[in-house]
């Protein structure tokens, strides 16, 4: 069973790599980019088009106030932006928003950054995959009508890829994230160009459309409050910053300042991206509705249910590029593909994480360690099974989706630069150079600042979002919070539970006597190697213990024994209901009883047989009994182990598995170091 399942996963994901190869698994920027900023970056294509929905609703008129919501966003990104760079500096762990949180805040405060972070990770992923089915859905029907089968198998190809190592993944999604970046900023740069220079009118296929505006003449707090839900939705651009602060230990050295980078560039490239395809949706007169079919007029006429709405960014390269021209083809393929990789964030800060939560106790261990190519394996299994169900729950839909998304990332934000300005606060008190305490000063302005503007963009989150599914969210993050302190309680009990004591107690003293017990069925080799097995072990009392489930068998037992005469006695009790196992713990039970200070040796003899089948038809017994005797203090149990035909067939065939090297596992060496050829002559 091993080779059948080890040879699909060497082909899969590659062969194992050792623990001192760490290092060559490690980013350099121009990769660490795309791996940890495809999310906020191919965020651009839909976060212009979700401002512009928000909008609509009080009509084309409300459109002037985008490029103002495009500032306060820009403000925030980089102020955001410029917290996290201290949080790398500060914190380069790779703890993020949970170490900084729970050493400022509290271990409350970091436990619900970590919640909310495993929730937003899961969604970003379904959401991202959902969104990247949908734009490939409309040029491939067959798509639109497998969405949930199509979402789930893209699932379990990114999940493949990054078993296969980070910078391997890396490589496979620097192409197309590249690609996208450039695509965005030719369209503007040509559309620039087209408007300024040449003086070009472009038109969107939708400038000649009205919006019937659900409420007309907004003014007063009812304006405010549809800003600010406008620019809540248009902070979805800033979601997966955090992703770079938490995969600092995946940074090539020095960490902290590659990380620091590669966060300035992500959010130059993101809000640049951001502003000009809001710059540009303005100029060829975009228009979006919450509801096309009935609040997009073409002359006066609601356009119908038959009508597909494209995006902001597809609108504006369409107007910009031409409709089918190649630069256009090649920018919706990117958009749809850079879509998918934008899960690709969540697979690199998900596991991450979770290998920190797991090493501190609020996470099952496995997480912690590192799979057979160096990557987080269980964490990114884990992911993948959640946005996989998320997905075929939600049924691929990411409108529906989309309701549950960025809740988590704006409350880690929130308590982050909360616990930095705590942070700045401490290290003030004990500075005294001039100097520092001026740089300390300022980045707590910067934190404050952050602080309040992401706090102000959760409650309305939440405020506008609750009944349409952010609810979800909050819930996931209470599971996870719940599940989480359940853990750590069960680990710290677990850990006290087993220290070793300062002073002597039953552990310590030596048992007075050990009593052995050999278990019987038949007299046949591996019996007698039990036997022999539980004499060496020189017991202050020794007896073979049997059930009598068959008289006859056990009369013909009890009959070979004698006349083979082997000194050891042979006990044999009665089981009227014909059970096995529970006569068995009865009766070790009662040695217990009779000498609490005693240990009872329970040995025995199990098959070791070389095929999967063969399991199914040997041992049984034993492993109930074995299961049922952990329960019970002061009992030991011994396999003694026969080996048959079978295992000496498997024995060879793991040697042999061991001595194969697939094509290109044995190389030579440079052709400096190979032994020259003597030629003849």
């Known amino acids: 069973m091993s080779k059948l399942t080890d040879v699909p996963k060497r082909i899969l994901i590659g062969r194992a790599l050792r623990s001192d190869r760490l290092g060559e698994t ?42 103002w919501i495009a500032v306060a966003v820009v403000v925030l990104m980089f102020t955001v932006v410029a917290s996290y760079r201290q949080n790398v500096h500060a914190y380069p762990s790779g703890g993020g928003d949970y170490e900084v949180a729970t050493t400022n805040l509290g271990p409350k405060a970091g436990l619900t950054v970590a919640s909310a972070l495993l929730v937003d990770y899961v969604l970003t992923v379904a959401v991202s995959i959902a969104s990247g089915i949908e734009n490939l859905g409309s040029a491939v029907p067959f798509v639109v009508e497998h969405k949930v089968l199509c979402a789930v198998t893209v699932i379990v190809l990114l ?285 707590r302005a910067i934190n404050a600042f952050g602080a309040f503007f992401t706090g102000l963009v959760l409650v309305v989150v939440l405020v506008t979002k609750f009944t349409h599914g952010a609810w979800v969210a909050l819930l996931g993050m209470c599971i996870f919070y719940a599940t989480m302190t359940a853990i750590r309680k069960h680990y710290d009990r677990v850990s006290e539970e087993i220290s070793a004591p300062e002073e002597p107690d039953d552990d310590l003293v030596r048992p007075s006597r050990v009593h052995s017990v050999v278990l019987i069925s038949k007299i046949h080799r591996p019996t007698l190697r039990a036997l022999a097995y539980a004499k060496l072990m020189r017991s202050d009392t020794l007896e073979a213990l049997t059930v009598n489930v068959d008289p006859a068998e056990t009369k013909a037992l009890r ?13 044999v009790l009665d089981s009227p209901y014909r059970e096995i196992t529970r006569p068995i713990i009865e009766y070790v039970k009662g040695l217990r009883a009779q000498s609490p200070r005693d240990a009872v040796s329970v040995i025995i003899p199990e098959y070791v047989v070389g095929h999967w089948y063969e399991h199914l038809l040997h041992n049984q017994s034993a492993l109930r009994l074995k299961g049922r005797l952990l329960f019970t203090p002061g009992v030991m149990v011994t396999s003694v182990p026969y080996q048959l035909a079978s295992s000496e067939v498997a024995r060879n065939r793991a040697r042999k598995r061991q001595e194969w090297n697939a094509p290109g596992a044995v190389r030579r060496g440079p052709a400096e170091h190979r032994p020259k050829e003597h030629s003849g002559g």
């Not at 350099?28 to 929905?53: H, M, N, Q, T």
């Not at 459309?209 to 659900?214: G, L, N, Q, S, V």
């Not at 602060?245 to 590669?262: E, Q």
């Open 559 to 571: 009959e070979e024994w004698e006349q083979r005469g082997i000194d050891v006695p042979l006990k």
């Open 159 to 443: 999940t493949l890829m990054n078993l296969r190592g980070v910078k391997e993944s890396g490589k496979l999604f620097a192409i197309p994230t590249y690609v996208f970046v450039g695509g965005v900023f030719i369209m503007i740069a040509w559309g620039a160009f087209r408007g300024l220079v040449l003086g070009d009118t472009m038109r969107a296929p939708t400038a000649g459309y009205h919006i019937k505006a659900e409420h007309q003449g907004l003014a007063g707090f009812a304006l405010v409050f549809l800003l600010l839900r406008a620019f809540s939705s248009g902070c979805a651009a800033l979601t997966g910053v955090e992703a770079i602060s938490n995969g600092v230990p995946a940074f090539r050295k020095p960490k902290s300042k590659n990380a620091a980078t590669t966060l300035a560039a992500m959010g130059l490239l993101a809000v640049t991206m951001f502003c000009g395809i809001i710059a540009l949706a303005m100029v060829t007169k975009v228009r979006m509705a919450e509801n096309p079919a009935t609040d997009l007029l073409h002359n006066g006429v609601a356009i119908g249910s038959g009508y597909v709405q494209n995006p902001v960014i597809s609108q504006v390269a369409e107007a910009v590029f031409g409709k089918g021209s190649f630069l256009f083809i090649v920018l919706a393929a990117a958009t749809a593909l850079v879509l998918f990789l934008a899960a690709n964030t969540a697979y690199n800060g998900f596991p991450l994480l979770g290998s920190i939560l797991a090493q501190d106790r609020y996470l099952p261990r496995q997480l912690h360690t590192r799979g057979d190519r160096l990557a987080f394996s269980n964490g990114i299994v884990l992911l993948a099974g959640a946005a996989a169900l998320l997905t075929v729950i939600y049924g691929a839909d990411s409108t529906r989706l989309i309701q549950l998304y960025i809740v988590g990332v704006f409350v880690s934000f929130t308590l982050s630069q909360t616990g930095m300005v705590r942070h700045w606060n401490r290290h003030l008190a004990t500075e005294n150079d001039p100097a520092k305490r001026s740089h300390m000063i300022r980045s």
């Open 26 to 67: 490690l980013l350099p920027k121009r990769i660490a980019l795309p791996v940890f900023a495809s999310d906020p970056l191919s965020s651009v294509a839909y976060a212009p088009g979700e401002v512009l929905l928000v909008l609509s609703i009080a009509g084309v008129s409300a459109y002037h106030f985008s490029p």
